[in-house]
């Protein structure tokens, strides 16, 4: 059975059950702030979970494509060691949302696992809960009586907490899960080893398949447990560990899930996959990993140094290692797979192939930018291995070759072991916790329970034709973190406050009390289909009605920038090729970015012609036609514009603006001329294949002119109200680059001269022509200068000084025969004497420089140097 047809059976298997087959969400989170990424098939459910929406069928199906990479689910480490862990995995579900409950759940499993699937039944073992004594919870009865009407006894193992209780997170729906394990392996193993005994012992012959969740509690934030007004089903079934089994495998690798990714590397890199165990690991770890981050950068995330595009770059770098390592490539080739890739899981998940050609893209340019950086890497180790006393290299100095170049550790230990050295791993681990507790504390929020007030009021926006309302609280909750300090999350009956999405900021603005008791709100955003405003306090009185106010101008700016993100999507499609896709956005009330796909920088002309295109419009006074309820097929037939990456329902929101017409949810101005004038700031490259271009309207393009104006009237004050204030100033480059010239030939010609000075002063040290002087050149000369004496003596070490505006500079230059033959660094040097100056800095072995600005400590760096060569 191919993996298609084990993907289409499940699906159709359910369907017949009367679920609604629903689309995978996006794997990369947009509207959850409490998640990165999708991790399980229940995220994009969970507001129907907590109450908070109603779904159009209360049974539900599909494949969710998941990642699991950081936080509690973090699989990373596990990839490629052994057979069935990955990164991003596909999870088969089915969700009842208030409707059936256990004895549905459990006999439906098991029609298709031994029904359908054919599974052999002796195969099989299930788990269930055992009960908490922390959480005065008894023994899950009713699993276990269900399980026993259809499998022995003694395949029913009793899991504790850890394994058979599910939680969301640390508050919320939650409730006791029963897991479905397979034993895979031979006769004779089985014959030797009860397959019972190593249920959840991490053997690689004896997974869980299934767990299927009984949702039926909520945990409260002292940790306490309610019951939940209606009882859920939540089921996750790992696609590729299914696979592997009525494929008859022994790891998920060997299925067709992963065979051919496996066969195009063997071709790529020629070896073989088999013929050893490093070999193997490295071939597994490229195959799961390009998939992960093909799926994500389709998804609208593309790797970066910050937040999900850093977790995706990590990915991408850890394949890149492991094929430098241990398949000997040293050139861009996982790119390579994409195709084959597209080929594979297209069908099922079209937005490989259509973004095709970006994942490509991406993450070649990725590739080659990480092989440079480990190729600097390794200049760097092999400094500091030189600059070593003995044979341990200190954990502080590996974290920082790691945390500074991104230089792999697991590398960094490889290197040291063949050179005979070895690494400080507890330094280096003490130096990784304190990095990882910062980063911990800057980012902990606690929260409080919600507070609820009102158990019967429907929450509507009402933002687009209102800024403000008479609304009233529904609940509120503390919430508290290091970068925020206390807050309060407050949720009202309906709001004119537009949440964060689409890439549009969330409103700011104030609820003020019938006794005229002002509450500032400073942030709006969405959570689990709820709009929660952000406030530093909490009104004194939290019954009555409130009136909710929207800053007024900081919505019309916003609003101004997210109508022209519309006209330059338009604008850039028109002018560049219908090829341009929108990539991200940024709308704020000061600025726009927006980020498409393009293969090169755009000119001058091309810029023009887009900033003319967009000023047309708003020159056109094209009303908005604004339709908020219509079908997702009618607007794509109407020539609507969707975003990858982005999740829509049946029905959907549609902004036009003349000839432009897009799926959005933001808010925008009544007519083009609202928005006055448009102006690009930059342009410039994001990835590859990525550009992005950030510009300014309304008010912020007057203040641009203004300053523009104001900077212009004072240069020509300077010129001496010169009528052509263009032509001075090339006048006066071309003066000052001649003048220049002339100053850098007396420079050298000073610096000849010095030099003969310098060399009658060379003081002869252990064999060693050494000098430590202060000098009156700039950094660039005194370059100049230490290369000139070091063509003419034999066995140098300079150390020279200057000082320039209040600052000091340090050059030190070691002839390359003293640097191998006494063991002597440059850059190691100027580090340790750049604390005399208050500065530091760092070079090559044989020159380098340190700044500081403490020009009073070069005395006694020029005096500490000598210890140096005596």
């Known amino acids: 059975m191919t993996s298609q047809e084990v993907r289409n059976q499940f699906l159709n298997f359910f369907k017949e059950k009367n679920h609604k087959i629903v689309p995978s969400a996006p794997m990369v989170m947009k509207d959850d702030p409490t998640l990165m990424f999708t991790n399980a098939g229940m995220n994009q459910f969970k507001e129907y979970f907590l109450g908070n929406s109603v779904p159009k069928s209360k049974r539900l199906t599909d494949t969710q494509k998941c990642l699991r990479v950081s936080g509690k689910h973090n699989d ?52 269930v809960f055992e009960g908490s004594e922390e959480d005065n919870l008894p023994l899950d009865q009713e699993a276990y009586d269900l399980w026993k009407a259809i499998v022995p006894e003694d395949r029913i193992i009793k899991g504790n907490k850890k394994d058979n209780f599910w939680e969301m997170g640390d508050q919320g729906p939650c409730g006791p899960c029963s897991e479905i394990h397979v034993d895979i392996r031979s006769k004779e193993e089985k014959a030797k080893v009860d397959g019972a005994s190593l249920v959840n012992q991490d053997h690689p012959q004896v997974v869980e398949i299934w767990n299927l969740v009984f949702m039926q509690f909520n945990r409260k934030a002292n940790g306490s447990l309610e019951p939940l007004p209606e009882k859920h089903i939540d089921t996750g079934m790992g696609f590729e560990r299914l696979c592997m089994v009525l494929q008859s495998k022994q790891s998920n690798y060997d299925t067709d899930v992963f065979t051919p990714l496996i066969r195009e590397v063997e071709i790529i890199t020629g070896k073989k996959y088999g013929a050893n165990e490093e070999t193997d690991i490295a071939i597994r770890v490229i195959s799961d990993h390009v998939r992960a981050v093909a799926f994500s950068i389709a998804d609208g995330q593309l790797p970066s140094n910050t937040g999900a595009g850093y977790v995706i770059r990590r990915i991408l770098r850890r394949a890149i290692r492991y094929g430098f390592t241990f398949l000997d490539t040293n050139k861009p080739f996982i790119y390579r797979l994409v195709k084959v890739l597209g080929e594979q899981m297209g069908k099922a998940f079209p937005e490989l192939k259509e973004q095709y050609q970006l994942i490509e893209n991406v993450i070649k340019e990725e590739e080659s930018s990480f092989l440079s950086t480990l190729e600097q890497g390794l200049v760097l180790l092999d400094s500091v291995i030189k600059s070593s006393k003995d044979k341990t290299i200190a954990g502080a100095k590996a974290f920082e070759l790691y945390d500074t170049f991104g230089f792999p550790i697991d590398l960094t230990a490889l290197i040291l072991e063949e050179k ?113 405003h952000f406030a530093k306090s909490l009104p004194k009185e939290v019954s009555g009605t409130f009136k909710a106010i929207v800053d ?71 009303p908005l036609e604004e339709n908020r309820n219509i079908p997702m097929k009618e607007a794509m037939e109407q020539g609507a514009v969707a975003l990858f990456g982005e999740k829509y329902g049946d029905t959907v929101r549609t902004i036009r603006f003349g000839q432009s017409i897009e799926l959005c949810g933001g808010t925008h101005v009544k007519n083009t001329a609202d928005i006055w004038h448009f102006k690009i700031v930059s342009e410039g490259a994001v990835a590859a294949g990525i550009r992005r271009i950030e510009a300014i309207t309304s008010d912020a393009v007057k203040e641009f002119y203004f300053n523009n104006n104001r900077m212009l009237f004072e240069i020509k004050d300077m010129l001496k109200n010169s009528q052509d204030p263009v032509k001075s100033v090339a006048s006066l480059q071309e003066e000052n680059l001649a003048l220049k010239k002339q100053v850098e030939q007396l420079l050298k010609d000073k610096a000849k001269g010095l030099k003969n000075e310098l060399i009658s002063e060379l003081e002869e040290v252990n064999g060693v022509q050494f000098l430590a002087k202060k000098v009156d050149l700039d950094a660039g000369g005194i370059k100049d200068l230490a290369f000139e004496m070091g063509g003419q003596a034999n066995n140098l070490f300079l150390l020279l000084a200057s000082e320039k505006d209040g600052k000091a500079v340090l050059s030190c230059y070691i002839s390359k025969d003293l640097v191998a033959e006494k063991d002597l660094n440059a850059g190691t040097i100027v580090r340790e004497l750049g604390k005399y100056i208050q500065g530091g800095g760092g070079g090559q072995p044989f020159f380098a420089t340190a700044g500081g600005k403490n020009p009073a400590g070069i005395a006694e760096a020029l005096e500490k140097v000598k210890a140096y060569v005596s």
């Open 76 to 127: 990373l480490e596990e990839v490629g060691k052994d057979t069935y862990h990955h990164t991003m995995f596909e999870m088969l579900g089915n969700w009842s949302i208030g409707d059936y409950f256990k004895k549905e759940a459990i006999a439906w499993a098991w029609e298709l696992l031994t029904e359908v699937y054919k599974i052999d039944k002796g195969s099989l073992y299930v788990s």
């Open 420 to 532: 005979g050295y070895q690494l400080d791993t507890e330094g280096f681990e003490k130096a990784l916790k304190a990095q990882k507790d910062r980063s911990r504390a800057a980012s902990e929020v606690s929260k409080d329970d919600w507070n609820v007030l009102l158990t019967d009021a429907e929450q509507e926006f009402i933002g687009y034709d209102s800024l403000e309302a008479n609304v009233k609280l529904v609940k509120y909750r503390k919430v508290t973190s290091k970068k925020e300090g206390d807050q309060y999350q407050l949720v009202f009956n309906l709001t004119p406050f537009y949440p964060e999405g689409g890439g549009q900021v969330g409103d700011k603005g104030y609820l003020e009390a019938p006794n005229g008791d002002v509450t500032y709100i400073v942030d709006t955003k969405r959570e689990n289909n709820e709009i929660v």
């Open 552 to 622: 007024k101008k900081q919505r019309w700016r916003t609003a101004c920038n997210h109508t022209a993100t519309h006209l330059l999507h338009q604008a850039l499609r028109e002018v560049l090729g219908t090829h341009v896709e929108q990539k991200g956005s940024a709308v704020h009330s000061k600025y726009l970015r927006f980020d498409f796909s393009h293969f090169s920088k755009l000119t001058v002309e091309e810029l023009r012609k887009v900033e003319n295109f967009v000023n047309a419009r708003i020159d056109g006074h094209l």
